[in-house]
């Protein structure tokens, strides 16, 4: 098995652009989370989907972060326009579907906004 | 306060110590996550427990769901055993994880 596959595993961006982040979840995980990690808040949570669904996006911090499932096997993380705050390792991860599955993260994305 | 809490933040042992990492919670739960990040960034699912404990090799990972507080043990301890460790709660059933702040762990020759 793969694992959860994410591009680009290293982003440099100038302030203003857009950038995406793309995910691939484990074959048979219903389940996909989105995750941010910073030096002074560590891991949160962004989004998640189960089956295709956005269930949660409570912690996508303002309208320039969207996230998109358009299939099983695939999810976007869009920041448009990106600031330099927006700087950060980008996690995906996915389980299948039900109570307390365990969570399998992807190797993340770096984004360095300039 | 942080939803959850780990203790200590920093960790440094000698090659063979038994160490002791605490997490304790305020939000309702019923079950946590112990990961572990290297120095490259990676994270891996160590232990995903709701009661009792749970042994993998020289980990062990105990909960008590009434006392909200979880410890992850690593007995014989090496050098590659230092990392980043984790704990995050579910807060509800469907995999909302909420994560303490972390435990650098180094373990020397």
């Known amino acids: 098995d793969a694992g959860v596959i994410q591009s680009p595993r290293h982003e440099v961006t100038e302030m203003g652009q857009e950038v995406t982040l793309r995910c691939k979840p484990i074959?048979?995980?219903?389940?996909l989370f989105w995750y941010r990690q910073t030096m002074m808040r560590g891991l949160e949570l962004l989004i998640y989907f189960n089956n295709n669904v956005p269930i949660d996006d409570s912690g996508m911090p303002e309208d320039r972060f969207s996230a998109k499932m358009p299939n099983a096997s695939f999810s976007t993380l869009k920041i448009q326009p990106s600031e330099p705050r927006d700087s950060a390792v980008y996690f995906c991860?996915?389980?299948?579907?039900?109570?307390?599955?365990?969570?399998?993260f992807g190797p993340g994305t770096r984004l360095t906004v300039l | 306060k942080n939803e959850v809490e780990q203790s200590p933040q920093n960790l440094t042992a000698q090659e063979g110590e038994f160490i002791t990492i605490n997490c304790s919670y305020s939000?309702?739960?019923?079950?946590l996550h112990w990961l572990q990040q290297h120095p490259g960034g990676g994270i891996v699912s160590l232990f995903m427990l709701s009661s009792g404990k749970k042994k993998h090799g020289r980990l062990i990972a105990t909960i008590n769901i009434q006392e909200k507080h979880s410890s992850l043990h690593i007995t014989a301890s090496h050098p590659r055993d230092s990392a980043v460790y984790i704990c995050?709660?579910?807060?509800?059933?469907?995999?909302?994880?909420?994560f303490g702040k972390g435990t650098k762990l180094s373990v020397k020759p």
């Open positions: 074959s048979g995980h219903n389940s």
């Open positions: 991860a996915s389980s299948k579907t039900g109570t307390y599955n365990e969570q399998f």
């Open positions: 939000v309702g739960i019923s079950a």
């Open positions: 995050a709660a579910y807060r509800g059933s469907q995999g909302n994880l909420i």
